[in-house]
């Protein structure tokens, strides 16, 4: 198997084309990227820029650069000696625009008779071997299966711009109106609300656009692969990143699939892992690189902040927050709302095979989701999880008690279809409620609120760092790693910033009170959570704060809501946005930046260095070389400037770095990283700490990959308040190292700190002379 020594993310559009990337593989090979990774290529629904909602497996998307372009990307790769990482979608695909997918229109023409029936997820059963389609409007809803806005057209039926197809022999006759057609159809039209307790058919999370197909049946996973088996039957495509594996009926059954059509070739999956969670010993590399992400935030965040920071969120809400509680909350209000249609299901999976199901089991499977400790299980592995769940559910419900008891032989039994239903759900449910929800209405320190991370753990230290990447090195040494991709919450520089806050709990306190005053008074810690995201994205313009602002707020789903916004509400977060731009307000958010802009600068660069040093495969996403200030999406897709990323990859390849210089400096730091990684591998082949000595030891974090040293360092406002670095060394073999970084040379032995990291918070050592 061929495998990585670093990648570089492209998100590929019909602005940013396959053939365009091929025209960036050049300034990426000399960057020292060794593989490029590509967002979702195969055709996906009309006008998306993200290519997760794909329509067609047999074919790459025309408005992306169609098979030419891949061809094209190929080729020039194979030039350069770089490999084609690509992203695929193995769970779901779009069905907003049903004319465009042919599996789905088919099943909408032919119900149950479809040769497509069996690769959607459907329970037929739920009404009456029909396919609910929640895509009604309220003005629309006419009741009595009546809708508005219904017209023929054909041979299709029209609801507003949502083309349907007319079964056969069902069309109108004599004085037949439209809903008189629409009463004879496999798919019944509804309002949109009805999906959150009546959708028959399995989704990406609580996306009704999105349906899950079932690729446990091997002849859905060949349809769905025909065009990703080409790629490997041709030799265009080297290895592969799989999108929520966590969906699928059977992840490791599905990863050996995938294995037999790509001959064993490199496979990430994009799983979440809460802490201390293992990933299971599947065919694939590793994980996607979040758990990588999180440790790195947290060994650079100042622990001695916690209990000042707690005092200040406990102060904003009137009471101490319980993470736990709170999720534990969220999750539950997941599960009763939008995703209760999923909820529903399961008990009539119960139901189905047990006729003595108590009354209660909606309600106790609910429960249990909502206590499910990690994303799912992988019966027989995992089966603690689920007693871990009934355990927590007795000290929230314990009126379910006998009921939770009953269900958790039936959940802990691979061969019932309900557990096996059962994995497939608690994900979704961690995922929105955790993810979409918890992480906007948590504002202690919101650089910790990161996906894959758990919030409540707020710091590690140094010690347990390396202790993980020596677990790390031994069990998933070709593991992806990563600090912002198109998923992420706030960019790593962001958040880079947003950590200088665990340095002077006291400044940021004091900034916050002067700004509350601006702010919606019945929502304080959202406040918190609003003014770190303009703190930490500073300077950002009025446009993206705002839609940062409504997106954070709606997530958060306590003040307003997309589906029922408060519309007095977010005009007083368009005011607290104002005024953090305007007048008093920036010129207080501008000095605490100015003051906190040295830490910032030392945890950009270490944080990335981090990254890239560590073991495993480090993912550089597009444009974050130079700088990554960017909010939630779709901010984070912002397109790139590359003539300044040419521009600055030019002077680093030439100039020594200084940390004055922070995007020269970073971009220096990627370039030798990943070259050193790519033209002199044997230098990154173990990991062992290497541990500073002296008065300052603890702001130093370093280790050794193999004969190439990477060197940090932690809480960098802290060691400055402290004088610097005085005489603490870090101890380093004999002989002559070069300083990639700075372009110096140092003698091995006792190395002063103070010289080694004299222009730079970092350093990257290796051998001189070879």
């Not at 998923?487 to 790593?492: F, L, Q, S, V």
Request: charged share 25%.
């Amino acid at each position: 198997m061929r495998v990585p020594t670093s990648t570089y993310r492209l998100q590929i559009t019909a602005d940013q084309t396959l053939d365009d990337a091929a025209g960036r593989l050049e300034a990426l090979h000399d960057l020292g990227v060794d593989w490029v990774y590509l967002s979702p290529i195969l055709d996906a629904e009309p006008g998306s820029s993200h290519g997760y909602d794909v329509i067609g497996h047999d074919r790459i998307d025309p408005s992306r650069g169609g098979a030419e372009g891949l061809a094209a990307l190929s080729a020039e790769a194979r030039r350069l000696g770089m490999g084609v990482l690509v992203d695929i979608v193995p769970n779901h695909v779009g069905v907003a625009t049903p004319q465009q997918n042919a599996w789905w229109w088919d099943v909408l023409r032919l119900g149950r008779e479809s040769p497509h029936a069996d690769a959607f997820d459907v329970d037929w059963a739920q009404h009456d071997g029909r396919i609910l389609l929640p895509i009604v409007g309220d003005d629309d809803d006419l009741g009595d299966g009546r809708v508005g806005h219904v017209a023929i057209d054909g041979d299709v039926l029209r609801y507003w711009d949502t083309a349907l197809p007319i079964a056969p022999g069902t069309g109108p006759t004599g004085d037949d109106d439209a809903d008189a057609v629409l009463a004879r159809q496999h798919y019944v039209l509804g309002n949109w609300r009805r999906g959150d307790d009546e959708l028959a058919y399995r989704r990406f999370f609580a996306v009704t656009t999105l349906a899950a197909i079932r690729v446990e049946d091997r002849a859905v996973f060949d349809a769905s692969h025909v065009e990703i088996r080409r790629w490997f039957d041709e030799g265009l495509v080297d290895g592969l990143r799989v999108d929520h594996p966590d969906g699928l009926r059977d992840p490791e059954g599905y990863l050996r699939d995938l294995a037999d059509l790509t001959s064993g070739a490199y496979v990430l999956v994009e799983k979440i892992l809460e802490p201390g969670e293992e990933l299971p010993a599947w065919p694939t590399a590793g994980t996607t690189g979040y758990d990588a992400l999180g440790l790195v935030d947290r060994v650079l965040t100042d622990p001695t902040a916690e209990q000042a920071l707690d005092a200040i969120e406990t102060r904003l809400r009137g009471l101490p927050l319980d993470w736990h509680a709170l999720i534990h909350r969220t999750k539950r209000g997941i599960a009763d709302s939008i995703l209760h249609a999923e909820v529903l299901r399961l008990e009539r999976e119960v139901r189905a095979a047990h006729d003595d199901a108590p009354a209660d089991t909606a309600d106790a499977i609910a429960e249990l989701l909502a206590c499910f400790p990690v994303y799912r299980s992988y019966l027989p592995q995992g089966a603690e999880h689920l007693h871990h769940a009934a355990e927590a559910s007795a000290h929230w419900r314990p009126d379910l008690s006998e009921t939770v008891a009953w269900l958790l032989p039936i959940l802990l039994d691979p061969a019932e279809d309900a557990a096996r239903r059962f994995q497939q759900t608690s994900g979704m449910v961690m995922a929105k409620g955790v993810e979409d929800t918890a992480f906007y209405r948590y504002g202690r320190l919101t650089s910790l609120n990161e996906v894959g991370g758990d919030p409540s753990v707020f710091s590690i230290a140094p010690v347990d760092f390396h202790v993980a990447m020596e677990r790390r090195q031994e069990r998933w040494p070709h593991a992806m790693t990563t600090l912002s991709t198109h998923d992420t919450k706030r960019g790593e520089d962001v958040r880079a910033r947003i950590s200088t806050i665990a340095e002077v709990p006291q400044e940021w306190e004091a900034l916050l009170e002067r700004m509350l005053p601006h702010a919606p008074q019945h929502d304080r810690p959202f406040t918190s959570l609003l003014l770190q995201a303009v703190v930490g994205a500073w300077p950002a313009s009025r446009e993206r704060l705002l839609a940062y602002a409504e997106k954070a707020s709606r997530e958060a789903d306590s003040r307003t809501h997309w589906t029922s916004p408060d519309a007095a509400y977010e005009e007083g977060l368009v005011a607290f946005v104002d005024a953090c731009l305007e007048g008093e307000g920036r010129a207080a958010i501008q000095a605490f930046v100015d003051a906190v802009e040295p830490g910032w600068r030392a945890n950009v660069l270490a944080a990335k260095l981090l990254a890239l040093a560590m073991p495993g495969v480090p993912d550089v996403y597009q444009g974050s070389e130079v700088r990554e200030l960017s909010l939630v999406d779709p901010d984070n897709r912002r397109p790139v400037d590359w003539a300044e990323a040419d521009a600055l990859r030019e002077r680093a390849a030439t100039e020594p770095a200084h940390v004055d210089d922070l995007e020269h400096a970073k971009v220096r730091v990627v370039r030798e990283t990943l070259r050193l990684r790519r033209d002199r591998p044997e230098l990154v082949s173990s990991y062992a700490a290497v541990l500073a000595r002296g008065a300052a030891a603890h702001h130093a974090l370093a280790f050794d990959r193999g004969g190439a040293i990477a060197v940090v360092t932690r809480l960098p406002l802290g060691l400055a308040r402290r004088g610097g670095w005085g005489d603490t060394v870090l101890p380093v073999p004999e002989g002559r190292w070069v300083d990639l970084l700075s372009g110096r040379e140092v003698d091995g032995g006792s190395v002063r700190l103070a010289d080694l990291l004299r222009d730079l918070p970092v350093a990257l050592l290796a051998p001189a002379g070879r």
